[in-house]
């Protein structure tokens, strides 16, 4: 008997493009969403672009938040209870995004997504990426009922955001290896479908790697456009599989041990270069990787994510303990291994 099923869910609206962030208004009408509205953000999104958004509100309210923490969801559900929002509007880079995404899981609403910045491919995926002491949790929420990404408002934000933004789309490239790997170690679930969109979409980032330059809008649309495509993968797989493998969890742990040194998507980018060594060694696609970062000025060594050598290692050795997810790391590499690595890739 045929017993597979599937429920996935995607934002109603994308707008994205010259100028979108003033049909905000129109949006939310389309959306037919009542109460108020609660504008979850972070101080420096909120200072940018919060007035805009709040001139199209009717009666809004404000949380901002430093971080992407358990104890930022409560601040934002502590808000919300005063409140009584009909719905969120989360305003400006990965961390307000995933702490509004969880909250109004919590709190059985839904939300719109505003990004100030292309640096993350989390603006449309129905996942929180939130750490808690030693562990890092994808946990489940819903994906925006729309997304606003106005490329204006992105290309005026500091290029090495864009950078960011490409890099966590290169890294598809490994994670989607992990995944297949995965599959034939331990049966883990794997979609064909969001395997492929999440490959196609890093390959036509790539192949467009020549027009995204700082300065030009068009970056900010090629770049959008490859987020939302990854953020839509990981919804179809249910989880964030299409687009994190092992060199997200070399990120998390670089974020455990070198906090604030680089940003999240330069961190997955050169985790690549790594993961993709191991998979396939001195051969394989990591010069392809790495050219591909350095041709959108995006690090590609420890010292460009100004980071220690010392930190590197640790943070890939350390890697497989940070969450139960099967990828190269399996159960961890030896610091040898670490070292002759990160130094044939000349990540060090
Ligand atoms: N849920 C998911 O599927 C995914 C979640 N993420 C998460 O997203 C986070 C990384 O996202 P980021 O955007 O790098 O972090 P972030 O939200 O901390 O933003 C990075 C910096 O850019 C600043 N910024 C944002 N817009 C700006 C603008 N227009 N002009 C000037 N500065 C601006 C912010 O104030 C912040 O200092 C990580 O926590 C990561 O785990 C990343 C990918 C996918
Ligand atoms: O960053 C992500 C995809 O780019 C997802 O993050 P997680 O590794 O927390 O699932
Ligand atoms: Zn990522």
């Not at 500091?158 to 994670?175: H, K, Q, R, V």
């Not at 999240?264 to 790495?290: A, F, K, M, P």
């Not at 050795?317 to 399996?330: K, P, Q």
């Amino acid at each position: 008997m045929f017993e597979k099923s599937t429920w996935i869910t995607l934002p109603r609206n994308v707008l994205l493009g010259h100028g979108v962030l003033a049909d905000l208004g129109a949006a939310l009408d389309d959306l037919y969403l009542t109460g108020r509205p609660l504008v979850v953000t972070s101080p420096t999104p909120n200072e940018l672009a919060g007035d805009r958004v709040r001139a199209q509100l009717t009666d809004p309210e404000t949380a901002v938040v430093d971080d992407a923490s358990f104890s930022a969801v409560e601040e934002v559900v502590d808000v919300a209870e005063a409140v009584d929002p009909g719905y969120l509007v989360a305003l400006g880079g990965g961390k307000p995004i995933d702490t509004a995404k969880m909250a109004a899981h919590r709190l059985g609403v839904g939300f719109v997504s505003v990004p100030t910045a292309a640096s993350h491919d989390g603006i449309v995926s129905g996942r929180s990426s939130i750490p808690e002491g030693d562990t890092r949790h994808s946990v489940a929420a819903d994906p925006p009922l729309a997304v606003v990404a106005d490329t204006e408002l992105l290309a005026d934000a500091p290029w090495e955001l864009t950078t960011a933004g490409c890099a966590d789309i290169i890294s598809n490239y490994t994670a989607v290896k992990d995944w297949r790997l995965a599959r034939r170690l331990r049966n883990v679930e794997y979609s064909e479908y969001a395997g492929a969109l999440s490959e196609m979409t890093a390959e036509l980032l790539v192949a467009s790697a020549d027009s995204i330059k700082p300065g030009l809008e068009e970056s900010s649309w090629l770049v959008a456009k490859a987020l939302v495509s990854s953020g839509v993968a990981m919804s179809i797989a249910g989880s964030s599989r299409p687009a994190s493998g092992a060199e997200h969890l070399i990120s998390h742990q670089l974020d455990r041990i070198a906090p604030d040194k680089a940003l999240h998507g330069h961190q997955v980018g050169v985790g690549s270069i790594l993961t993709e060594y191991l998979h396939s060694g001195e051969d394989g696609e990591w010069r392809s990787i790495r050219d591909a970062l350095a041709s959108i000025d995006a690090p590609t060594t420890a010292a460009g994510l100004g980071i220690d050598d010392g930190e590197l290692i640790r943070a890939l050795t350390t890697a497989h303990e940070i969450r139960d997810r099967y990828t190269i790391l399996a159960g961890g590499i030896t610091e040898a291994a670490a070292i002759e690595v990160a130094t044939a890739t000349d990540v060090i």
